[in-house]
């Protein structure tokens, strides 16, 4: 390990090459375009390649293709250019592509303010696309853990053939912390796993025991089949019933049934507590300062900081909540994440705090609100 | 009396997933002929061994044209409406021994995916992109295309279409691609003589194809028949060895000019970043 000062960024750069990334295709965007200006310097440098397209729609669909010609890849953008991904995102769904896309949200809707932060795209992140289908959300809430998130972000696209998402903010992206980055070996990277058949037994769709098909990739003689449409184990095009609920309920169980290993949360005075604060990434700072005031005024307050938010274990968050007389869900935005609360707790319990701020929210204001209802 | 089997197979077969056949194309479309004539290319060059069968990679939008992905034994993709360019071009980039080839109607590569083509173009990409008119949207039913002649009716388009066509070949000709044609279904040794020859290219190559679609835009110009409309479109073809950009509309009445607008040999994106194989 070495110890390195930088900013949230970069440690999601550095993330994604230890995890080794080695191509990526992106658009200009504040608060996420040094993602970007960074990989263009360093991975060159490493074998790798970084190309600005002409939109995000483009970076999003090479994005797709390089992981199909067997790299592994990635793109970073914000709100508006998550929007003008979505369609593609659900092509890396029914394709099964692995990849990793960062989201630095910034304020909306639409172009909003720019440089300001926010946690407004947690419903687009989570349901943007049409159809049916879960993926993966990570939300990091230190320079550190944007490292540490990008990594298993990588692993958990790679072991399942999913797209995952890093849900990063303009808090963490531009705050620089000292972060401890793995030399090769230090930790644990995952590859996609191989076909064992030869070619012309080879079915690109069809899933080994753990739901997972192996994935030939372009030029290994498997001649393969990246398919938009619904289809069967061989990649043809189906449209019976029989073979779109195949599909669509294997690519939903396959992310479902690893809640457990997928579904972290961490917890902050969590022994002893009246009252739960439930907050997730730059938010999560600001709501442990909170938590700590309060408990200093004699009043019982906890944190439980989500890293996960898709897919949620609500036994998990249900089993926090039920210890609680009340539950503040904190967010920057308007209100999203108090909906899967509310499913996971007794309703009249959970109280929706709805920071709807442009910087990190001050401990004071959460302090202020969790009082009122006392 | 005995029935022999039908002996069925054909010199192309190991090109195509023959378990997908019968294809979707309805009786006496255009897009077989390009898909055959295409296919013969490649034959040729996997032959003569400048060509490797695996390092091939067929990508494809969404339209009827965008189907060929379906039925060729190559690695393909069926990507999403417009994005064939930009999914290709990440394949490239990723791993530059394959030689990955876009097809796609006039609507999926000009219309909606307008903007990756210009700037694939513009960069000079490695890639082939077979981009065939069938002067309507096909797939959909008959809506207008980029391509439609002025004033045709067509099901979005009752009054008659108020937009010239777009001459596809004049705008990539004015960025920086290695190579621009045009060829036709109507003479299908052409199709097959271009693409063969961007095979062996770098950079960014363009090939329109002009295909007939009697079951839509035959039925808008009132030739439903498909002999009809290919027999129309063959006597508006005017072969030229090097046309000049000039004499490239679409022009019903003018006629279609196909040949070689464009030859050069100029570094491809693929060189200008240090990953160049040729
Ligand atoms: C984003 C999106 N918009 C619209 C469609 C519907 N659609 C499918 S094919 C097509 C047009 C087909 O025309 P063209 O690309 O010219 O191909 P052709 O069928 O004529 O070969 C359209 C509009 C779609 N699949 N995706
Ligand atoms: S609709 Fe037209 S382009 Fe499509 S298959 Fe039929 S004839 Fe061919």
Known sequence: ????????????AEGAITAGMRFFAGYPITPASDIMEYLAERLPEIGGVVTQFEDEIASINAVVGASWAGVKSMTATSGPGFSLMLEALGLAVITETPLVVVDVMRAGPSTGVPTKTSQSDVMQVRYGAHGDYVIPV?????AQEAYDLTIKAFNVAESLRTPVILLSDAVIAHLWESVLLAEPGEVEVINRKKPSSPPDEYLPYKPDNDLVPPMATFGEGYNVIVESLIHDERGFYRQDREAYRNLVKRIVNKVLSRVDSLFE???????????????FGSTARSALAAARILRKSGIKASLLRLKTLSPLKLETLRKYCDEAEKIFVVENNMGKLVHDVERAAENDKVISLPLLDLEIPEPKDIVEGVRKWL | MVVSTLESSHPLDKYLRTARLPHIWCPGCGL????GSIMRAIDKRIKEGTLKKENLVFVTGIGCSARTSFYVNFDAAHTLHGRAIAFATGAKLAKPELEVIVIGGDGDIAGIGGNHLLHAAKRNMDLIVLMITNFVYAMTGGQVAPTTPLGLYTTTTPHGNPEPPLNVVKVVSSLNANYVARASVTHPALVEQYVYKALGMRGFRFIEILSTCPEIFGR????????TLYSTLRSKVIVKQSPSIEESDLDWGKGFVIGEYLVRDNPGYLDRIGRGLK
């Open chain 1, 1 to 12: 390990m070495r110890k390195s000062f930088i900013s949230g960024n970069i440690a999601i």
């Open chain 1, 138 to 142: 990570f939300a990091p809430w230190s």
């Open chain 1, 265 to 279: 949360v961490e917890a902050y005075y969590g022994d002893d507590y009246k009252y739960l604060l439930v907050s």
């Open chain 2, 32 to 35: 077989g002929i390009a898909l």
């Open chain 2, 220 to 227: 808008h110009i009132g030739m439903r028949d498909p002999f």
